[in-house]
């Protein structure tokens, strides 16, 4: 390795295993909560089957669209950010085969528990459904639920580790045409479309690793709220490029990008604050947990509200306060119980094959990265 590859990569070397500034799994913590809440908001909250109080509606169809704009964006940028160094030390080096193979693996494992979950609860109209073999096999190349992070992670890891050896500004640039051009010619019932859309967040997370974690370092208040300022402005902009589709996704992804610098802030300072750190610590130590199963907590959640809840539901919605409230407190609840099944599942010794890959399966890829290393990495 030269001297000048070793400058370039130093920056974005990342701490020693088991080490890690809190602000980054708080980050991906709320991330995956703002996912939550934004799908119960849109697959339940926004259509329950019963007038929705006007003002209760109205507050959270704008906070659905600012969650639009934060969610995914900073947990693909906080995972591309983990993953830094060795993705940017390439296939062979990083050992990037073993977590290529984890994340797919996993996306495997959830895909098949979801297909037996919908052929148990049928209702047709639940979002997000896995109907029978042939979509699992469609759905192994071609993701159509929210497991499609699962997948892209597998994805990128791969894309970037082979382009290690790319310039990041060519990297990033090609990513943010392709995410241009994914957001104008598909629709957003095209689930896979988002991997192909949002990777450049992820890019952004390898490839500003040092930007984002100097951005922490100098986090504060003053800062904040400028950099708010600026995303706002960015959202502003979004009345000039209404009917035009390549303009509309050009700014998407500026708000992206503008979001997720408040969000990095924002964080950092909100985890000052013990009862925020914490929260945010126990959230992002069980993100996987949390994404894979609140789907399907709020697929029951739908069923159980259509077959005996409408009543309950109307009472609630009708006024302003319960209205305002409900999709936080389902939003919590759901969480709540994706953490429990987590720990319930760590107890009765299923971490593996749910939420892990066998051990002498990682080992099988971890030897054969071993294996494919050129002389001077081993």
């Known amino acids: ?126 979002p997000h459904r896995v109907d029978g073999p042939l979509d699992v096999l469609r759905q192994l190349v071609v993701p159509g639920t929210t497991l499609w992070y699962v997948f892209a992670l597998a994805v990128y890891i791969a894309v970037l580790g082979a382009l290690y050896r790319a310039p990041a500004w060519a990297v990033l640039g090609g990513l943010a045409v392709l995410s241009v051009v994914t957001a104008t010619f598909t629709t957003s019932d095209q689930v896979w479309s988002k991997v192909p859309e949002l990777a450049v967040f992820f890019a952004i997370g390898v490839y500003g690793s040092g930007v984002l ?28 490029t209404a009917g035009h589709d390549v303009a509309g996704a050009v700014l998407s992804l500026a708000r992206g990008t503008a979001f997720l610098v408040v969000a990095v802030l924002v964080v950092v300072l909100a985890v000052r604050w013990n009862p925020v750190r914490r929260l945010g610590l126990a959230l992002g130590r069980q993100t996987l947990p949390i994404y894979v199963l609140h789907p399907l907590w709020i697929a029951l959640l739908i069923v159980a509200a259509g077959s005996v809840g409408h009543d309950v539901e109307a009472a609630v919605l009708g006024s302003t306060l319960g209205a305002i409230l409900y999709p936080a407190v389902v939003g919590s609840v759901v969480v709540a119980l994706c953490l429990a099944v987590g720990t319930g599942v760590r107890r009765v010794g299923l971490q593996v094959p749910l939420f892990a890959m066998p051990a002498r399966w990682s080992q099988a890829f971890e030897r054969a990265d071993a294996r494919t290393a050129e002389p001077h990495e081993r």
């Open 1 to 126: 390795m030269t001297d000048a590859r070793a400058r370039e990569r130093a920056p974005v070397a990342v701490a020693p295993r088991g080490v890690r500034l809190e602000w980054i799994d708080a980050a991906r913590g709320y991330s995956v909560a703002a996912v939550v809440l934004a799908h119960v908001v849109l697959w339940h909250a926004a259509d329950p089957g019963v007038p929705v109080a006007d003002v209760g509606a109205s507050l959270w169809d704008r906070v659905y669209s600012v969650l639009g704009s934060v969610r995914m964006p900073v947990l693909l940028a906080v995972s591309g950010l983990v993953v830094a160094g060795r993705v940017r030390a390439g296939f062979r080096a990083g050992g990037l085969t073993v977590r290529v193979a984890r994340n797919y693996y996993l996306y495997v494992v959830w895909l098949l528990i979801y297909a037996v979950f919908y052929a148990v609860v049928r209702e047709p109209g639940l």
């Open 213 to 240: 974690r100097r951005l922490a370092e100098r986090a504060s208040v003053p800062l904040a709220f400028a950099a708010a300022f600026v995303a706002a402005g960015v959202t502003a902009l979004g009345r000039f």
